[in-house]
């Protein structure tokens, strides 16, 4: 029964189990269901769980973290196979994510890679310590929707302006949404350099990624291109 | 009998060291080129930049920094003890927003609010030492971490905690330093500040880090490692594991340093913090941090080494009954905990902002646990039968001799800040909030700067003037107005 297979694989997210969510995959592939029937109606369905069960503290982050583990699992599995088929899944967006030049903290932009992909993001970590340049050379690479830039230093939190300046010298600032975070980071210092959003942690990173895309497409039905 | 607060016995501490130890050597300690040669110079063995420190090498290191270790105030007075059970606090450093004395909503701060803090900070003696406390932002960011301190060193004359932004600009802190101490020898020999170095975690140092080690070192300026594991983050999520890494990061700078130069001051210190699940905040008020901080000083105790933590700091954004809470309980046991510095006073959100009036309530909080350190003392021959001698059942203690002589010692009587019933408490009574505005207000009247001698005085400017101008800076927010070179004018 693909109910009771999609309620299995849901819950193979939510317990942050790889290899059951992977195994679940395998038999879907060899049972010959549509594998984006698997992702949309079983795994996504599951991380949208663990989603509102953080954001209510009923979740934590090692919770997290391992159910972000399970859907790459999947994925691994199921995306092969929609290659195969000549189909793709629709990305939420594409993200250039990275933490500034002169900071090597990483913990956060990985926590918020690995949310974004696990809800449908296609995202590209360029890692840590990255300048404003390398930002735009990826962004103009992949046709970026957003370009996310992490700080954990008072000290390194300016080089997220240069990130923005970098992009508008370049002239890609009015193609992509910039997202600003990290431990010292506020709404406040987002609106001051010009960045288009802010997001106090990873989770609610992943709601403001799709708010930016919701306003991209609205911005592009408005003004075709 | 000195009160003590303890988390680890003996046995556990030698655990925690030995598997210390074991990981500096395996899997090793991540090091910059600019050390390289220096530890395989000492048969420490560096393969793809990581260092396996012999448990050999660690120990002759551990055994060659100074158990103690003076800073010195300006009048070259020893002001601050690294040692033993000493116990000192200053301000929270580096912060780069300050909550509005007006608004108290937070905002960047400027030099104005740093000129503020510092002042304040001169006028409370529960403070033994100033840091560079804020990052001015009508500076440029190039030469931010040398202007805190050229304000501090304006404004105060007690010792400083600093640190260096970057390898290349500690020599202008340092010369600012050498500067205002008369020399480089001078400096070296009665030092006023102590520099917060710190590695990467996990077990990385970089390039700066290492290099501002060796330099310190070289130059005879006390260092503070500042290690901070994130427990569940970049460190174990176990309390004793952090604690582990936090010996590890810090048995390797230390080894780094004293190969450098064998007996450089150094200090055993941290911010560690755990990593909250829900948030991936890393809460300074949490009672898991200030745990760490505890156990990470204890480490460095058992081993005779002068310490530091960062405490007294509170999480919430404002000043309210949570951040308060939260610096009282960690004033309290990091005193207990005898450690030799505890920075983190007037922080709050994270260490995100810094507050001048919660400086002055924290400062209360200080003065309370500096009292509790004192312990109850046998300060009669007879502790009690000799007053009731003379009293008998009357109950009339306030008229004795020994009332009058001994309350002082006995009451430690805080500001005003503290309601303890002297105001009216009718309508309108001032909040907490308010008697902290006030009594920063008048700790401001009362401040009085200093000058340094006038030849020191010129050099400082002039050379100030000159890193200055490099990075566009015009006059010398905080001290000088912009026209000053035409018209010298203090603001």
Redesign the interface.
């Known amino acids: 029964m693909p109910d009771d297979t999609f309620s299995a694989m849901r819950q193979s997210i939510i317990n942050g189990a790889p290899e059951t969510a992977s195994e679940l995959a395998q038999q879907a592939v060899a049972t010959g269901m549509a594998p984006l029937d698997a992702i949309n109606n079983g795994y996504v369905p599951g991380m949208q769980d663990v989603g509102d069960q953080f954001a209510h503290g009923q979740m934590f982050l090692p919770d997290m973290m391992a159910s972000a583990e399970a859907m790459r699992a999947a994925l691994a599995v199921l995306e092969p196979e929609l290659k195969k088929q000549g189909t793709q899944r629709t990305m939420a967006g594409v993200v250039v994510l990275g933490t500034t030049k002169g900071d090597i903290h990483e913990i956060g932009k990985t926590l918020v890679g690995t949310l974004l992909t696990a809800h449908g993001f296609s995202v590209h970590d360029l890692g840590v310590d990255v300048p404003g340049e390398k930002f735009v050379t990826k962004a103009r690479e992949l046709n970026a929707d957003i370009v996310g830039v992490s700080a954990l230093l008072t000290t390194t939190m300016k080089n997220q302006k240069g990130v923005i300046e970098a992009l508008e010298k370049a002239g890609l600032r009015s193609q992509v949404k910039v997202m600003v975070g990290g431990a010292p980071v506020s709404r406040r210092w987002a609106d001051e350099i010009g960045a288009d959003g802010y997001a106090k942690d990873a989770m609610s990173a992943v709601a403001l990624a799709r708010q930016l895309m919701e306003q991209k497409t609205q911005s592009a039905v408005k003004e075709p291109s | 009998m000195r009160p003590r607060f303890q988390l680890l016995d003996g046995a556990f501490v030698e655990r925690i060291l030995a598997e210390a130890f074991q990981l500096i050597q395996n899997p090793g300690v991540r090091v910059a080129p600019y050390v390289v040669e220096l530890l395989r110079g000492a048969g420490i063995e560096i393969e793809d930049g990581i260092a396996h420190i012999p448990d050999a090498v660690a120990r002759r290191a551990l055994g060659s920094v100074p158990h103690e270790f003076f800073l010195y105030d300006r009048s070259g007075r020893p002001a601050v003890h690294y040692g033993g059970d000493s116990v000192h606090f200053d301000p929270g450093s580096?912060?780069?927003?300050i909550l509005d004395p007006e608004t108290q909503q937070?905002?960047a701060a400027q030099s104005a609010d740093l000129v503020r803090l510092v002042q304040v900070a001169e006028m409370l003696p529960q403070l033994a030492a100033q840091s560079t406390a804020m990052?001015c932002n009508d500076v440029p960011?190039e030469i931010?971490d040398w202007y805190r301190l050229l304000l501090v060193l304006w404004y105060s004359e007690k010792p400083v905690v600093t640190g260096a932004?970057s390898a290349s600009s500690l020599h202008t802190l340092l010369e600012l330093l050498a500067i205002e101490s008369g020399g480089a020898d001078a400096l070296r020999n009665k030092p006023r500040a102590v520099f917060d170095v710190c590695p990467?975690p996990p077990l990385?140092w970089?390039e700066f880090a290492s290099q501002n080690l060796v330099d310190l070192a070289r130059a005879g300026v006390p260092a503070e490692i500042v290690s901070m594991p994130?427990a569940?983050?970049?460190a174990p999520v176990t309390l004793a594991g952090s604690v582990v890494q936090h010996a590890a990061e810090c048995i390797s700078g230390i080894t780094i340093h004293q190969l450098a130069q064998p007996g450089a001051p150094i200090v055993w210190g941290g911010a560690p913090a755990i990593?909250d699940?829900?948030?991936?905040?890393?809460p300074m008020g949490a009672i898991e941090t200030v745990m760490l901080d505890v156990a990470c000083a204890e480490v460095g105790k058992h081993l005779g080494l002068p310490t530091h933590a960062y405490l007294v700091a509170g999480d919430g954004r404002v000043i309210d009954a949570q951040v308060e809470m939260e610096s009282g309980i960690s004033a309290v046991l990091g005193a207990l905990a005898g450690i030799n510095m505890i920075s983190g006073a007037g922080m709050l959100d994270?260490l995100?902002c810094h507050s001048i009036e919660k400086l002055v309530i924290d400062a209360e909080a200080i003065a309370s646990a500096q009292r509790l350190l004192e312990g109850v003392e046998p300060r009669t021959e007879s502790l009690a039968t000799a007053v009731f001698a003379q009293t008998g059942l009357h109950g009339d203690f306030l008229k004795l001799k020994e009332t009058r002589t001994l309350f002082r010692k006995e009451q430690y009587f805080p500001s005003a800040l503290i309601d303890r019933g002297l105001a009216d408490a009718g309508d309108g009574a001032p909040g907490i909030l308010e008697r902290a505005q006030q009594r920063v207000e008048e700790l401001l009247s009362a401040y009085e700067r200093r000058a340094l001698p006038s030849d020191r005085e010129q050099e400082l400017i002039a050379f100030a003037q000159r890193e200055g101008e490099k990075a566009g800076l015009e006059g010398l927010p905080g001290i000088l107005q912009p026209d000053y070179a035409r018209e010298p004018r203090l603001i």
């Open positions: 580096s912060c780069l927003n937070a905002r990052v960011p931010g932004f990467s990385n970089s994130l569940g983050a970049t990593f699940m829900r948030t991936g905040k890393t994270f995100a």
